[in-house]
């Protein structure tokens, strides 16, 4: 069982920043892939970015690609995703998920989900 609670959401200027944290509980965090997702008002939740148990390997969605960077300390239980150059259709309440087998982009692979943290970019 992964327990996971995500942080950092908040209000921002179009052209900002905002860093998330994901920490989680449990043992084997190390054990899991993880990934981001979001879900915008009326939309269907998107992969964002995923990190692989290591966190060697990573990708992300196209619309994120080089503005966005996952990162994850195992030491520390814990999963970042580092937002800049923020864009008002980043508005969406940001998750972190984790899978027991590998980081997809695909929601269904995710076992645990945190509760989500809110992120608004203002134009």
């Known amino acids: 069982q992964v327990h996971l609670v995500e942080s950092g959401g908040g209000l921002v200027q179009a052209g900002g920043s905002l860093r998330l944290s994901c920490a989680a509980s449990g043992r084997t965090f190390s054990a899991y892939g993880l990934g981001w997702f979001r879900q915008a008002p009326g939309k269907e939740r998107e992969f964002v970015a995923r990190i692989s148990r290591s966190g060697e390997g990573t990708s992300y969605a196209d619309s994120v690609k080089g503005r966005f960077t996952i990162s994850r300390d195992n030491a520390k239980n814990t999963v970042y995703l580092q937002m800049n150059s923020l864009k008002p259709e980043d508005t969406a309440v940001y998750y972190c998920?984790?899978?027991?087998?590998?980081?997809?982009?695909?929601?269904?692979?995710?076992?645990?989900w945190g509760q989500g943290t809110q992120v608004t970019v203002s134009s």
């Open positions: 998920a984790a899978s027991r087998y590998g980081e997809s982009v695909f929601a269904t692979s995710y076992d645990y």
